[in-house]
């Protein structure tokens, strides 16, 4: 399993699944998603979904993440790989 997010219907939805459509069982409002980590306070959301594609930081920041995401600084990244979004956020300061 592998963790995998998306955003449906304006909600973050986190989980370990082989397929992003898994994570929800109606999918018709799901905009897009990608790959998560949690590297000790932060969490990176990066790549993106192959069924759905990814998502523009606006709807990223409007979608509600709660409860997934309290208690961590949040980093969205269309880099492919957990490496090189970290590489990215550590740039960014």
Request: with cysteine; glycine share 8%; aromatic share 12%.
């Amino acid at each position: 399993m592998k963790k995998k997010w998306v955003i449906n219907d304006n909600v973050l939805v986190v989980g370990r699944v082989e397929h992003h459509y898994e994570l929800c069982k109606n999918n018709s409002k799901t905009i897009g998603g990608g790959w998560w980590e949690i590297v000790g306070e932060d969490m990176y959301f990066y790549k993106s979904s192959t069924e759905f594609g990814s998502v523009t930081k606006e709807q990223f920041e409007q979608a509600d993440k709660f409860p997934y995401t309290e208690g961590y600084k949040l980093h969205l990244s269309h880099a492919l790989t957990l490496e090189q979004a970290i590489k990215e956020h550590l740039r960014s300061r």
